[in-house]
C-alpha cells in the first residue's frame, strides 16, 4: 500500500467507522475512563451520522470484573440508536486475570462477539477481529488454525481491488509507536508467523491498540517498508502514553473513511473535540504480491 501525507479531495466515502481502543472501563462511574468513554461516544454520535460502525481493539474494561462490563453497557446505552454497531477484540486487561474459558466468556456475554476471533461484513468490506487463545498476562497468543483462518479470509479478498480491515490489540515488534525493542509494548508470541501471513496481503490494513501511544508520536502510521500491510497505533480512549515513556491524560481514536481508490484515515482528539493535525493519513490500495 501507499501512503501519502494529505487527504485527497472530499467526495462520498462508500463506508466510514471509527477506531477505539483501550477505555479501560472502571466500576466507578465517575472515574477518568469511564468519562473519557463517555465524550468518545459522544463525539461520534454528534460527528459521525453515517458511521456504519465502531471497531474496538481491545482493553474494554481494566480488569475483566462483571461489574466494569455492566458500566460499559450502561455508557453505551446512553447513546441508545445514536451510535452504529460496535464490535470487539480482546486484550489483555480483558482476559488476563483468573480462569481463561471464564474469562473469555464474560467478555463474548457482555460483547455479543462470537469468538476469541471473528469476521463480518460491511458494505462488502472485509472486517476481521483477531485475538489471543491464552490468557496471557501482557502478550496474545494465536493457534495455528487462526492465523490460517486469516490467510484464508484475506485470500478471498486478494484480487477484489477492496481494503480488508484488521484488527488486534498488540502490535508486532518494532512496527507502529510504543512497539520498538526498547519500549517493550508489542506482543504477539506469533510475531513471525504473523507477519508471514500478512506479509502475502498488502491490501490488509491493521490496527492495534495496547502501547497507549499519543497520536502525535512518530510511527502512529507504520506503512510497511515494502514488506508489510499498512498499520496503525490506534492510541487510546482511557488515557495516553508518551514517547517520554510517561502518562499523559487524554482520549485519543480515529475516523476512517473509504473510498473506490483510498482509505483516510484522521487522528481524533476526544477530549477537546478536534481534529489531530499530525495524525491524517491516506492508504492507497496495493495488488497482492508474489
Keep these: 500500500m501507499e501512503a501519502i501525507g494529505h487527504e485527497g479531495n472530499d467526495d462520498r466515502p462508500l463506508l466510514s467507522f471509527q477506531v477505539i481502543t483501550d477505555t479501560h472501563v472502571t466500576a466507578d462511574p465517575q472515574h477518568a475512563h469511564n468519562r473519557n468513554l463517555d465524550r468518545a461516544l459522544r463525539d461520534i454520535a454528534e460527528h459521525a451520522a453515517d458511521s456504519r460502525g465502531i471497531m474496538h481493539v481491545g482493553d474494554v474494561t481494566d480488569h475483566g470484573y462483571p461489574e466494569e462490563y455492566e458500566e460499559l453497557q450502561r455508557i453505551w446505552r446512553q447513546y441508545g440508536n445514536r451510535l452504529p454497531e460496535a464490535r470487539f477484540a480482546t486484550g489483555n486487561h480483558d482476559i488476563a486475570l483468573g480462569k481463561w474459558e471464564a474469562r473469555l466468556g464474560r467478555f463474548l456475554e457482555a460483547t455479543g462477539m462470537a469468538g476469541p476471533y471473528h469476521d463480518h461484513r460491511i458494505e462488502g468490506h472485509l472486517f476481521l477481529f483477531l485475538g489471543t487463545e491464552k490468557g496471557l498476562e501482557l502478550y496474545c497468543s494465536l493457534s495455528e488454525e487462526q492465523l490460517q483462518w486469516l490467510d484464508a479470509k484475506l485470500g478471498e479478498e ?106 483516510r484515515v484522521r487522528g481524533r482528539d476526544f477530549e477537546r473535540g478536534a481534529w489531530i493535525e499530525d495524525a491524517r493519513f491516506v492508504v492507497r490500495p496495493g495488488k497482492r504480491r508474489g
Design 158 to 263: 486478494a484480487d477484489s481491488g477492496r481494503p480488508a480491515f484488521v484488527f488486534l490489540h498488540q502490535p508486532l515488534r518494532n512496527t507502529v509507536a510504543g512497539s520498538r525493542e526498547s519500549q517493550g509494548w508489542h506482543g504477539v508470541e506469533q510475531d513471525e508467523e504473523l507477519r508471514g501471513v500478512l506479509t502475502k496481503h498488502p491490501h490488509a490494513i491493521v490496527f492495534t491498540g495496547h502501547t497507549h501511544w499519543e497520536l502525535e508520536a512518530p510511527y502512529a502510521f507504520y506503512d510497511g517498508e515494502g514488506r508489510l500491510p499498512a498499520m496503525f497505533n490506534a492510541a487510546s480512549v482511557g488515557y495516553l502514553w508518551t514517547d517520554d515513556d510517561e502518562h499523559k491524560d487524554g482520549s485519543q481514536g480515529y475516523y476512517v473513511e473509504v473510498y473506490p481508490d483510498r482509505v
